[in-house]
């Protein structure tokens, strides 16, 4: 088994800026990508960003591209997105989640273990 704990989520003013954390622990691996999602109320469960295990490939939704920014440290086993030029539709609980593969991936149904979300609410 594998968990995943997030953090660093709160409420910032719009333009602010947010570091989240998210650090794995139990049967974890190096070998796998690591990803974020994030839920708004009433809405599905969308992409955000995601890494290789080995940091040298990152994709992010278009709607985040340019402000925020994913990157992990394998000797911490932990993973990080920095979000910057924060917008009231970023507001949501975000989600750390573990690939099954290797690479940077954006289909939920490609990971495998979830952490249990950080609320971050967004200003305006």
């Known amino acids: 088994q594998v968990q995943l704990v997030e953090s660093g989520g709160g409420l910032v003013q719009a333009g602010g800026s947010l570091r989240l954390s998210c650090a794995a622990s139990g049967r974890t691996s190096s070998s796998n990508g690591m990803g974020w999602f994030r839920q708004a109320p009433g809405k599905e469960r969308e992409f955000v960003a995601a890494?290789?295990?080995?940091?040298?490939?990152?994709y992010y939704a278009d709607s985040v591209k340019g402000r925020f920014t994913i990157s992990r440290d394998n000797s911490k086993n932990s993973v990080y997105l920095q979000m910057s030029s924060l917008k009231p539709e970023d507001t949501a609980i975000y989600y750390c989640?573990?690939?099954?593969?290797?690479?940077?991936?954006?289909?939920?149904?490609?990971?495998?273990?979830w952490g249990q979300g950080t609320q971050v609410t967004v200003s305006s």
């Open positions: 890494i290789s295990w080995s940091g040298t490939s990152t």
């Open positions: 989640a573990r690939s099954r593969t290797m690479g940077a991936v954006t289909a939920r149904n490609r990971y495998d273990y």
